[in-house]
């Protein structure tokens, strides 16, 4: 069998985050993404596999109203705080905010031009303001209840306003007119929905009555009166051309109840009871009622208004129907043609909002496609890895989920086994998706199971009730119509305090219980006779497992250790620092030389267990890390916890490792073509390479070389031209540490005098943090030239020295002409006088002075060595000051 590779690297991806909390939510006029309402901020979700797209924050108070610009570019939201604000869809960005009303905002509704904003509140006002200006065009006042709904016709040339109020009336407001057209009075309880038909004349009113009106615009007059026997929450009309009312065309017409007449309109009414339901208008008849309700009841005597839907809204461009529930799930239907009823409304998609706290979640299946996870709820809900949505939910238990654990069995059959706070243990199939075993027994919740590993004929489970049980599942059908009462084989009093996790060993002949009393036992099965007491931790054990290739367990404690134990004698083999707080969950990978474990400190910790070293350390969570789940096929895994989110991580190793030897590669061709750049005298070229590179030795070696050339600016100009803003910006940062050096600051001054030369200083203001590389240059430079003044000063006092001691004779320059000939000055006319009375004089005076002169032609001669100070002098005082501009 070939080496397992050890994993160095994993690569998180969030894959179930919440995003909705209730209230308000927007669809895209294409479909494509929802705006919800999360709390205090407002969360922008792919309708395609509910990942966040962005999250925008509000203030501190909860979001009650939410609406789109029809182009998709503005979004409106109000709260409680009653601050109306307009965010840039594209940026993210509050774009204005204004305040209107005296207490909060219960709707907004945006015109069909993008022109008007209508804002319903709870101070029983209407208000309509213009989107541009933000001030108010339109005061409407006439309701004695908090106006719940509201809405603008969708003609825009119709200027009507509806709004629907808590004191059972509909208004109707004349835009043009600045006045209620009609005060329509029909229901006995709070209007909830509203809803224009296709033509425009006809509205239709939902309310908790229990009755839908439908009014004619006309002359505004109740046509119909429909009872639906269900207090509405929401209505919407079904138009023409669309695929539900094709086969609803073909469906009334073989039942009898078909449209006729092109007044007549379909229209689907949600409510407390989570069935969906579409109406004909014309003989004010139920077409279609769903059979069963796809909202999941929590528990069997649940109210009704808690478990049905709050909203829903027809999906543009013919998408279907989206309905939301009270517990924070979008249930998305189509249309299709069943054979026995020969039209029904189909679940296809359901995407949670909000799953409460993780507390454990397995992956199902051999392909591990799908993640079943248990939160604070009686439900399990079972996740599709791809699109992220709840493929279905098993409901069964009266208390929330403590553990489950999955398995295939030896049919083929994926087996799903769930511990519930209801003290039970239920066994599911997941092709049929139904219960079909009940272990009843324990006497208090049940906070651990484990399906064996080799037979896959029984679990284990473990409770508060401190006792551990063996269940047999052999031979149960998986069609039974009523789930099958389980059987313990085998009962033990293990530990003196709760259970919190089981696990049994990969042969089915031990199996690994750690308890809150600080202790793990190992228990021989089926007899569960004990073979040995794990002591050792100084707090309760969260974890256990066995090593899928030796004969040791793990266990993960309160007391931030992780411990491998033999379970020949019982010893502790290795302990595991790291954590910060309780180790809640830690599991074997790599065949058993590697192990993962997550915390209460929510970080996620990678680990060998050959050297005891943490070879990563993750922090992707933001609270308790209570669920862990590893891949057995792919050794990819997911965590869970108390901040709602789901994490899947995949093994990025090899990923890694083909990126650096890539790099590595381009790194290898870059620096042979950098060389071969200076070997041509590119140096263009080379500067370029060299910033991509990132060495900032050669880059000044290749300065150094510049400024040694002929024309030195005229190629150093060419050079810096030829780059970037970004490696403008890194060449400062390279300045500034050679600056530093007083061996290196001559290039680095010469280099930021071309720059500052070549930029304006707008430009330069415009790169990335360039005071603070300034900052740095400054005080540098500063020094260096006073350096550089003090060095000049010195060689004056010694030309003054040595001029004084007549060491350095005056400069003779004799003025010629462009043809070469002397022109004569006063200085030769004297010379040549003295010439004349030197001959004139005596023998022993011409002697006398020619020794005279030879002694002083030796001193000249010894002096002419540093004669080039004065020179040094002069070249000093041409040096221009570089200008530095901040």
């Known amino acids: 069998m070939a080496s397992a590779q050890m994993k160095k690297n994993y690569r998180c991806v969030p894959s179930l985050q919440q995003f909705y909390s209730g209230g308000p939510f927007v669809v895209a006029s294409?479909?494509?993404?929802?705006?919800?309402?999360?709390?205090?901020?407002?969360?922008?979700?792919?309708?395609?596999?509910?990942?966040?797209?962005?999250?925008?924050?509000?203030?501190?108070?909860?979001?009650?109203?939410?609406?789109?610009?029809?182009?998709?570019?503005?979004?409106?939201?109000?709260?409680?705080?009653?601050?109306?604000?307009?965010?840039?869809?594209?940026?993210?960005?509050?774009?204005?905010?204004?305040?209107?009303?005296?207490?909060?905002?219960?709707?907004?509704?945006?015109?069909?031009?993008?022109?008007?904003?209508a804002t319903a509140g709870a101070d029983r006002k209407v208000l309509v303001w213009d989107v541009d200006g933000g001030f108010c065009t339109h005061y409407f006042k006439g309701h004695k209840g908090v106006v719940t709904s509201i809405m603008f016709h969708p003609d825009t040339n119709k200027m009507l306003l509806f709004s629907g109020s808590d004191d059972a009336t509909v208004r109707v407001w004349d835009l043009v007119a600045k006045k209620c057209v009609a005060t329509l009075e029909r229901h006995?309880?709070?209007?909830?929905?509203?809803?224009?038909?296709?033509?425009?004349?006809?509205?239709?009113?939902?309310?908790?009555?229990?009755?839908?009106?439908?009014?004619?615009?006309?002359?505004?007059?109740?046509?119909?009166?429909?009872?639906?026997?269900?207090?509405?929450?929401a209505l919407c009309v079904i138009d023409s051309g669309t695929q539900i009312s094709s086969f609803l065309d073909s469906y009334g017409q073989q039942i009898g109840k078909g449209r006729n007449g092109s007044s007549a309109i379909y229209f689907v009414t949600v409510g407390e009871r989570g069935i969906v339901r579409i109406w004909n208008s014309e003989c004010a008849v139920c077409i279609y009622e769903q059979k069963s309700s796809d909202v999941t009841a929590t528990?069997?005597?649940?109210?009704?208004?808690?478990?049905?839907?709050?909203?829903?809204?027809?999906?543009?461009?013919?998408?279907?129907?989206?309905?939301?529930?009270?517990?924070?799930?979008?249930?998305?239907?189509?249309?299709?043609k069943h054979p026995e009823e020969k039209f029904k409304i189909e679940l296809s998609k359901r995407l949670i909002g909000y799953n409460e706290e993780i507390?454990?979640?397995?992956?199902?299946?051999?392909?591990?496609?799908?993640?079943?996870?248990?939160?604070?709820?009686?439900?399990i809900r079972v996740y599709d890895l791809e699109s992220m949505s709840c493929a279905y939910v098993l409901t069964g238990h009266t208390e929330i989920v403590l553990s489950l654990d999955t398995c295939v069995s030896t049919s083929g059959r994926t087996l799903i086994v769930t511990g519930s706070k209801d003290n039970t243990v239920r066994l599911?199939?997941?092709?049929?998706?139904?219960?079909?075993?009940?272990?009843?027994?324990?006497?208090?919740?049940?906070?651990?199971?484990?399906?064996?590993?080799?037979?896959?004929?029984?679990?284990?489970s473990g409770s508060s009730d401190r006792t551990i049980k063996v269940w047999n599942f052999f031979g149960i059908s998986d069609d039974v119509d009523q789930p099958v009462n389980l059987k313990a084989k085998a009962v033990v009093a293990a530990h003196d305090k709760d259970i919190n996790s089981l696990a049994v060993a990969p042969n089915d002949s031990l199996v690994c219980s750690g308890s809150q009393d600080r202790t793990a036992c190992v228990w021989r099965l089926p007899d569960l006779v004990s073979v040995v007491v794990l002591k050792g931790h100084k707090r309760g054990i969260w974890s256990v497992e066995f090593s899928p290739v030796d004969q040791c367990v793990i266990t993960a404690s309160g007391d931030k250790t992780i411990k491998i134990w033999a379970i020949a004698d019982g010893s502790c083999l290795k302990t595991f620092e790291g954590h910060t707080s309780s180790v809640l969950r830690a599991s074997f990978l790599t065949r058993g030389t590697q192990l993962v474990s997550c915390g209460a400190d929510g970080l996620v910790k990678l680990w060998?267990?050959?050297?005891?070293?943490?070879?990563?350390?993750?922090?992707?969570?933001?609270?308790?890390?209570?669920?862990?789940?590893?891949?057995?096929?792919?050794?990819?895994?997911?965590?869970?916890?108390?901040?709602?989110?789901?994490?899947?991580?995949?093994?990025?190793?090899?990923?890694?490792?083909?990126?650096?030897?890539?790099?590595?590669?381009?790194?290898?061709?870059?620096?042979?073509?950098?060389?071969?750049?200076?070997?041509?005298?590119?140096?263009?070229?080379?500067?370029?390479?060299?910033?991509?590179?990132?060495?900032?030795?050669?880059?000044?070696?290749?300065?150094?070389?510049?400024?040694?050339?002929?024309?030195?600016?005229?190629?150093?100009?060419?050079?810096?031209?030829?780059?970037?803003?970004?490696?403008?910006?890194?060449?400062?940062?390279?300045?500034?540490?050679?600056?530093?050096?007083?061996?290196?600051?001559?290039?680095?001054?010469?280099?930021?005098?071309?720059?500052?030369?070549?930029?304006?200083?707008?430009?330069?203001?415009?790169?990335?943090?360039?005071?603070?590389?300034?900052?740095?240059?400054?005080?540098?430079s500063q020094r260096h030239f006073s350096r550089i003044d003090r060095l000049v000063r010195s060689t004056f006092l010694v030309d003054y020295i040595l001029t004084g001691m007549s060491v350095i004779e005056p400069n003779i320059q004799a003025a010629e002409t462009k043809d070469g000939s002397h022109i004569p000055s006063n200085e030769t006319v004297l010379l040549a006088e003295h010439a004349e009375e030197e001959q004139q004089q005596s023998p022993e005076v011409l002697k006398e002075r020619t020794r005279s002169k030879k002694r002083k032609s030796k001193q000249a001669n010894k002096a002419r060595d540093s004669s080039h100070k004065k020179v040094k002098g002069e070249a000093y005082k041409n040096l221009a000051a570089i200008p530095l501009q901040a």
């Open 428 to 460: 599911w199939d997941t092709e049929s998706r139904n219960c079909i075993g009940v272990g009843t027994g324990h006497m208090g919740g049940v906070g651990a199971v484990a399906f064996s590993k080799k037979w896959k004929n029984f679990f284990v």
């Open 359 to 379: 507390l454990d979640m397995r992956f199902l299946g051999e392909e591990e496609k799908f993640l079943a996870v248990a939160t604070n709820l009686e439900q």
């Open 299 to 336: 528990t069997p005597d649940t109210d009704e208004a808690k478990r049905g839907f709050t909203s829903a809204t027809m999906l543009p461009l013919d998408q279907g129907l989206l309905c939301v529930t009270a517990d924070q799930q979008f249930l998305y239907y189509l249309p299709v």
């Open 30 to 117: 294409d479909g494509a993404f929802i705006a919800c309402a999360c709390g205090e901020a407002i969360k922008i979700v792919d309708s395609a596999n509910a990942s966040i797209r962005a999250t925008i924050e509000g203030d501190t108070e909860a979001i009650t109203a939410l609406a789109l610009s029809p182009d998709d570019k503005l979004l409106f939201s109000a709260g409680h705080s009653r601050q109306i604000r307009v965010w840039d869809m594209s940026t993210m960005k509050s774009v204005r905010s204004w305040k209107g009303h005296d207490g909060p905002v219960m709707g907004i509704a945006c015109h069909g031009s993008g022109g008007l904003l």
């Open 188 to 233: 006995f309880s709070s209007v909830t929905s509203l809803a224009v038909s296709e033509d425009g004349w006809t509205l239709l009113s939902a309310g908790r009555d229990k009755v839908v009106n439908l009014w004619d615009l006309h002359g505004y007059i109740c046509k119909m009166t429909i009872p639906t026997y269900e207090v509405m929450e």
């Open 608 to 780: 060998t267990v050959k050297t005891n070293e943490c070879i990563a350390t993750y922090d992707q969570h933001e609270d308790k890390v209570w669920a862990l789940a590893i891949g057995k096929r792919t050794e990819m895994f997911a965590t869970g916890g108390s901040d709602v989110v789901v994490n899947l991580w995949y093994d990025c190793t090899a990923a890694d490792k083909e990126e650096a030897f890539r790099k590595e590669e381009e790194g290898v061709l870059k620096g042979q073509e950098l060389e071969n750049a200076v070997l041509d005298a590119d140096y263009t070229k080379a500067i370029q390479i060299a910033f991509e590179l990132h060495r900032p030795h050669k880059l000044f070696e290749l300065f150094a070389e510049l400024c040694r050339k002929r024309a030195a600016d005229c190629h150093m100009e060419k050079a810096l031209r030829a780059i970037g803003k970004e490696e403008i910006r890194l060449l400062f940062e390279y300045a500034r540490e050679w600056n530093t050096k007083p061996k290196l600051c001559h290039v680095a001054q010469n280099v930021l005098f071309q720059v500052f030369k070549i930029l304006p200083p707008t430009e330069i203001l415009e790169i990335g943090g360039i005071g603070e590389l300034l900052e740095g240059l400054i005080p540098y």
